[in-house]
């Protein structure tokens, strides 16, 4: 049985690849090897974010020929799209694969494997992705010896409009916990960053496509969802009822109790009447991630009529921890709610923020307005129709409140892509 082995560098993008070809490499019949010394195939996964990582990237292929010379060689990753010619002319590389084409790197495998004998059950013409050519498909002269050393294969990674996945079951490539890469790429062009160039535009698993990968990670074990986001990891749980939609639920971040305000300095800074403020709950800034200054008002017809001095609030908000005001009646339309709520910024509104119901959850809690561990509603959008359903709950322990948790059931309206 032939076998591989994967050398790693690089972010979480290119770890989430070096699991998906680890996988596809044993779902083909190869074995993983322990370490490169003993692999019949290395596949080494590159970054090239500095030039420190170009070189390091150099040096451990030159280390893996000298000490495995017998081994073929298959250089992949970010490197390899930039600046492919570079890594061809190295001594031991058999391949040279830009990001455009990772998914053919099986396939190659098994190329080779047959010219030296170690040829596993052929791949199947299923294996070529969309958005990617396949090997059968372009001219030899792009992949010939005539280039170097080693055959390269690239392409216009900015032609690429698919992310390609594979089921990351755990375990490949070093982790311990599943993976799954849902976005790739990125439009923005800064000068000191070469991502669009070797990673292409920004790109997203489509969300059926998601929510299928997860539910095949928990049929096998998974329990939960992690998303990794700029507020640090939130836990995703998810409960399925017959005949309804998925039930997803985050966990986010203890929360942080901040300022309790001034209702008449609230007034002012929003552009309110004297009296809009609910007297019976405080208005106070809570953080789970991002801090949102939570607003009683004192029924719907305020929330309906509302119209807030974005440019006012803002000056207000950047001196008192707070970073968005969110409105909230107990008055609700839905009789099940516990609040209804609105949320205005950057000239426009929100209809469901997840962020927001986070930090309300919490004060319902510390305010009485909600039981420990009772998930309640929040019903937001409804003013700009675009109605949501928000569901939270937290816990209190001793005299804090933990464990905030906010869900709700997505279903899917429209679907279609955008090209620029």
């Given at each position: 049985?032939?076998?591989?082995?994967?050398?790693?560098?690089?972010?979480?993008?290119?770890?989430?690849?070096?699991?998906?070809?680890?996988?596809?490499?044993?779902?083909?019949?190869?074995?993983?090897?322990?370490?490169?010394?003993?692999?019949?195939?290395i596949?080494?996964?590159?970054?090239?974010?500095t030039?420190?990582?170009?070189?390091?990237?150099?040096?451990?292929i030159?280390?893996?020929?000298?000490?495995?010379?017998?081994?073929?060689?298959?250089?992949?990753?970010?490197?390899?799209?930039?600046?492919?010619?570079?890594?061809?002319?190295?001594?031991?590389?058999?391949?040279?694969?830009?990001?455009?084409?990772?998914?053919?790197?099986?396939?190659?495998?098994?190329?080779?494997?047959?010219?030296?004998?170690?040829?596993?059950?052929?791949?199947?013409?299923?294996?070529?992705?969309?958005?990617?050519?396949?090997?059968?498909?372009i001219?030899?002269?792009?992949?010939?010896?005539?280039?170097?050393?080693?055959?390269?294969?690239?392409?216009?990674?900015?032609?690429?409009?698919?992310?390609?996945?594979a089921?990351?079951?755990?375990?490949?490539?070093?982790?311990?916990?599943?993976?799954?890469?849902?976005?790739?790429?990125?439009?923005?062009?800064?000068?000191?960053?070469?991502?669009?160039?070797?990673?292409?535009?920004?790109?997203?698993?489509?969300?059926?496509?998601?929510?299928?990968?997860?539910?095949?990670?928990?049929?096998?074990?998974?329990?939960?969802?992690?998303?990794?986001?700029?507020?640090?990891?939130?836990?995703?749980?998810?409960?399925?009822?017959?005949?309804?939609?998925?039930?997803?639920?985050?966990?986010?971040?203890?929360?942080?109790?901040?300022?309790?305000?001034d209702?008449?300095?609230?007034v002012?800074?929003?552009?309110?009447?004297?009296?809009?403020?609910?007297?019976?709950?405080?208005?106070?800034?809570?953080?789970?991630?991002?801090?949102?200054?939570?607003?009683?008002?004192?029924g719907?017809?305020?929330?309906?009529?509302?119209?807030?001095?974005?440019?006012?609030?803002?000056?207000?908000?950047?001196?008192?921890?707070?970073?968005?005001?969110?409105?909230?009646?107990?008055?609700?339309?839905?009789?099940?709610?516990?609040?209804?709520?609105?949320?205005?910024?950057y000239?426009?509104?929100?209809?469901?923020?997840?962020?927001?119901?986070?930090?309300?959850?919490?004060?319902?809690?510390?305010?009485?307005?909600?039981?420990?561990?009772?998930?309640?509603l929040?019903?937001?959008?409804?003013?700009?129709?675009?109605?949501?359903?928000?569901?939270?709950?937290?816990?209190?322990?001793?005299?804090r409140?933990?464990?905030?948790?906010?869900?709700?059931?997505?279903?899917?309206?429209?679907?279609?892509?955008?090209?620029?």
């Amino acid at each position: 049985m032939a076998t591989f082995f994967i050398e790693q560098f690089g972010c979480r993008a290119t770890q989430a690849d070096a699991a998906a070809i680890e996988r596809q490499l044993v779902e083909r019949g190869y074995a993983a090897s322990a370490d490169a010394n003993s692999a019949d195939f290395i596949v080494v996964n590159t970054c090239t974010v500095t030039a420190a990582a170009d070189l390091q990237a150099r040096q451990s292929i030159r280390t893996i020929h000298r000490e495995n010379p017998a081994a073929r060689v298959i250089v992949t990753g970010c490197y390899a799209q930039r600046a492919p010619e570079e890594l061809a002319a190295l001594e031991g590389v058999s391949w040279v694969v830009g990001n455009s084409h990772k998914p053919e790197i099986p396939r190659i495998i098994q190329e080779i494997g047959q010219e030296i004998g170690q040829g596993m059950a052929p791949v199947s013409s299923g294996a070529a992705r969309q958005g990617f050519v396949p090997l059968s498909m372009i001219a030899s002269k792009a992949h010939s010896l005539e280039r170097g050393p080693a055959k390269i294969l690239t392409g216009d990674i900015l032609e690429q409009r698919d992310l390609l996945v594979a089921p990351v079951e755990g375990g490949e490539a070093g982790h311990t916990r599943p993976v799954l890469k849902i976005q790739d790429g990125c439009n923005k062009r800064c000068s000191y960053c070469v991502i669009p160039q070797v990673r292409g535009r920004s790109r997203s698993l489509a969300p059926q496509s998601a929510i299928e990968e997860i539910r095949k990670l928990c049929r096998r074990g998974a329990r939960e969802v992690v998303l990794d986001l700029n507020v640090g990891k939130v836990p995703v749980h998810f409960e399925e009822s017959p005949g309804k939609p998925v039930f997803g639920e985050m966990t986010q971040a203890n929360p942080e109790f901040g300022a309790l305000h001034d209702r008449e300095a609230v007034v002012r800074a929003c552009g309110l009447r004297d009296g809009d403020i609910d007297p019976s709950l405080p208005v106070q800034t809570v953080s789970t991630g991002v801090p949102f200054t939570v607003v009683p008002l004192r029924g719907l017809e305020l929330m309906r009529n509302l119209h807030v001095d974005l440019r006012s609030a803002s000056e207000y908000l950047g001196g008192s921890g707070g970073k968005f005001f969110y409105f909230v009646t107990r008055e609700t339309v839905d009789p099940s709610a516990r609040l209804h709520a609105r949320m205005m910024f950057y000239n426009g509104e929100d209809p469901a923020t997840g962020s927001a119901a986070g930090c309300t959850a919490a004060w319902m809690v510390a305010h009485g307005v909600a039981q420990s561990d009772e998930r309640v509603l929040i019903e937001q959008g409804v003013e700009m129709k675009r109605p949501s359903r928000i569901f939270v709950r937290a816990s209190r322990k001793d005299d804090r409140v933990v464990n905030v948790r906010v869900g709700g059931n997505v279903v899917e309206i429209l679907r279609g892509e955008i090209f620029f």
